[in-house]
């Protein structure tokens, strides 16, 4: 298997390539006649197209870009026949800003020069959604560039651009590095007053969150909005290998932990709307014990005949980002 991933090339970004690797290593380990290896993507985008050409077998998307996928609109020209395995772990959306901007809300961003993240990311499509939500028009009142994190950070320490946006995990490694050696020159922009905008366009794929004031340094809390990631698989992937990866991935949690603890939150119960879940993959992993009843959402771990009937059931949160192509 290959596993692709955001761009790794630079450690600032986050951890992306550490839980791809893991997985990769995980899936090598464990699984007779498979290997796995992790490779850097660019984005979101770049693994769903990948799922759909072949190029990979699973890959990480966050959860708005495959709804997108699903419906065949922003990046996507028709609809992509993806389906999740799981919910992986939630990409915290981080705002900060030059203390100097003048920049008190997302409306105060007009006219000034922002980073959206790198073109077909997550961080772009969150980006531009919450800058609409704030009543701006991105092409034209805002000067945006489409930078990756690691040149995004090298801009707000040269003070080429205002603001910036990145949807990742926390601790962030280049929002690290960018509080720790500017302090109070940059400081986090709340963006929660454009959520009720957002459910209200696109469902309820965004949630409230927060991002303690022990991740950075800050004297509070920083509230902000969550999305998820998930792991995706083209439709009709082989059920009873879907099945084995995502016991894998539950039976050794701690493994990933290991390589880092605070991307990794997986949870059975939670499903992924609006992305098809892969139902007959999921119903011989409810069989198996190794998932504590705990964690099945229905009573006895028994799941209702036709519950997985519906094309959108249920739900599944940090970057485009782990294909795997098996050999």
């Known amino acids: 298997m290959r596993a692709g991933q955001a761009d790794g090339r630079d450690r600032r970004t986050h951890g992306e390539l550490q839980i791809g690797g893991g997985l990769a290593k995980l899936i090598s380990d464990n699984l007779d006649g498979y290997r796995a290896t992790a490779t850097t993507t660019g984005a979101s985008v770049q693994n769903i197209q990948g799922l759909g ?20 609109k922003e990046s996507f020209s028709s609809p992509q026949d993806i389906e999740a395995l799981s919910r992986l772990y939630p990409n915290y959306t981080q705002v900060l800003v030059r203390s100097d901007a003048g ?27 919450l800058l609409k939500a704030a009543g701006l028009d991105p092409a034209k009142d805002v000067s945006t560039d489409r930078l990756g994190l690691p040149e995004t950070v090298d801009a707000m320490k040269d003070g080429t651009i205002d603001a ?5 995990g926390l601790p962030s490694g280049g929002i690290t590095d960018l509080t720790t050696s500017l302090k109070k020159e940059v400081r986090f922009l709340d963006v929660t007053p454009q959520l009720p905008a957002l459910n209200k366009e696109y469902g309820d794929v965004y949630q409230t969150g927060s991002i303690p004031q022990s991740v950075y340094g800050q004297s509070k809390d920083v509230p902000t909005i969550v999305v998820p990631n998930v792991l995706l698989v083209k ?11 995502v016991n894998l991935v539950y039976e050794k949690k701690s493994d990933l932990e290991k390589v880092n603890a605070a991307e990794v939150e997986l949870d059975f119960a939670e499903l992924v709307t609006p992305v098809p879940l892969d139902a007959p993959g999921r119903l011989r992993i409810v069989a198996r014990p190794m998932i504590p009843p705990d964690r099945c959402p229905y009573p006895g771990g028994k799941i209702p005949q036709g519950v ?12 485009s980002l782990i294909p795997l192509r098996v050999f």
């Open 235 to 245: 439709k009709g992937f082989d059920p009873d290998l879907a099945a084995e990866i």
């Open 308 to 319: 997985f009937d519906s094309a959108s059931v249920g739900v599944l949160p940090s970057l």
């Open 53 to 72: 050409a072949g190029t990979y077998d699973l890959a990480f998307s966050l959860l708005d870009t495959a709804g997108d996928a699903i419906e065949g």
């Open 103 to 129: 920049i008190d809300s997302l409306k105060d961003m007009k006219g000034k020069r922002v980073s959206t993240g790198a073109p077909g990311s997550g961080t772009e499509v969150i980006a531009n959604r």
């Open 164 to 168: 910036l946006f990145w949807s990742g």
